[in-house]
């Protein structure tokens, strides 16, 4: 699918591919809710020192205010960070390292994954 989008798009203007690829220095490898807790699961490489967790948290989906949260971790190779986050609804986060935006994850509370109708 990528090579169609991308060799659609090259055939009205050229493609470059200005910046290298690299991989994240901390990424979210899931994400899911279990009770009060978000769950973070987190991958590091070796370099690693530390980093922080913002978020973006609405209390219910009519809410006007938007709530930031930050949480520091620390480096590991693979960790599990646990957020309280009581029955707020929902979240949009930023993986930092060094000031540095790494990965970026999304959770809603709600069903928009289940599909109920046969």
């Known amino acids: 699918l990528v090579k169609d989008i991308l060799a659609n798009l090259q055939s009205f203007i050229p493609v470059t591919q200005n910046e290298k690829h690299r991989m994240p220095r901390t990424y979210a490898a899931k994400v899911s809710r279990v009770a009060n807790h978000l769950v973070l699961k987190l991958k590091s490489d070796k370099g690693t020192i530390g980093g922080e967790i913002e978020m973006e948290e609405k209390y219910s989906e009519t809410a006007g205010n938007v709530k930031q949260r930050y949480n520091p971790i620390n480096a590991k190779a693979e960790q599990t960070v646990l957020i309280d986050i009581k029955d707020a609804y929902e979240?949009?986060?930023?993986?930092?390292?060094?000031?540095?935006?790494?990965?970026?994850f999304y959770h809603a509370d709600g069903n928009w994954g289940l599909d109920f109708d046969s």
Do not use: S
Not at 91 to 99: A, C, E, F, P, Q
């Open 91 to 104: 979240y949009d986060g930023l993986i930092k390292v060094n000031g540095q935006i790494e990965d970026a």
